[in-house]
């Protein structure tokens, strides 16, 4: 890498233009990446990067949204089975 070299923040702009990119598919082929480095004026290995950065992101906020449904959908079931445990106790004191 680049030996003691400061780490530039990317522009709004090229943050964008990856975004956009990253939208059309979260993969890169070679001649994408060089065709982006050059048209965003950074080294083909911060395309690179950037893009594994990404998708370790989006993989993040799916695990998230993922947990999320199950964890309601776990409550849902919950909330079922109290019910019919209720409902199951009333019979069997009618019996």
């Known amino acids: 890498g680049g030996g003691g070299e400061k780490k530039r ?3 709004p702009d090229q943050v964008r233009t ?3 990119s990253f939208e059309s598919g979260d993969r890169l082929e070679p001649e994408r990446r060089m065709e982006l480095a050059r048209g965003l004026g950074l080294e083909p290995r911060q395309v690179s990067v950037w893009f594994q950065n990404r998708r370790a992101r989006w993989k993040a906020k799916q695990l998230e949204k993922d947990y999320e449904a199950l ?3 776990l409550q849902e079931i919950r909330a079922l089975n109290d019910a019919l445990k209720t409902h199951n106790n009333k019979l069997v004191s009618q019996v």
């Open 9 to 11: 923040r990317l522009s």
């Open 71 to 73: 964890r309601r959908e």
């Open 18 to 20: 990856l975004e956009r």
